[in-house]
């Protein structure tokens, strides 16, 4: 029986390989996955998953509270003319490695 990589591990030694050449690469392929997660973070995630009002799914786009705290965090950060300065524009994405391939790459 042979073991193969997995994709995002093929991915991951790929973008090892070119570092090591001194190309810079961004990689998506995986989290980092050798960190363990902070206890606070862990400890916010176990009260969350306790209150009923986090056993459905939210909006698409994120409930108000969420995206109005978005929109004003943004708002020192971001030009007038840009978006995520008003509470309508920020949109919450699932996982990070998918948001910044959205923000980053063309379409």
Do not use: K
Not at 13 to 21: D, I, V
Not at 29 to 48: F, I, M, Q
């Amino acid at each position: 029986m042979t073991v193969t990589l997995s994709p995002t591990a093929q991915l991951r030694q790929r973008a090892a390989a070119l570092r090591r050449t001194g190309i810079r690469v961004i990689d998506f392929s995986a989290g980092e996955l050798d960190l363990p997660t902070p206890d606070h973070v862990v400890d916010a995630a176990v009260a969350a998953a306790h209150r009923p009002e986090n056993h459905r799914y939210g909006p698409t786009a994120g409930n108000a509270q969420l995206r109005a705290a978005v929109a004003e965090r943004l708002g020192a950060r971001v030009p007038q003319d840009r978006p995520g300065r008003r509470a309508d524009h920020p949109r919450r994405q699932a996982g990070p490695v998918r948001c910044l391939q959205r923000t980053a790459l063309p379409r």
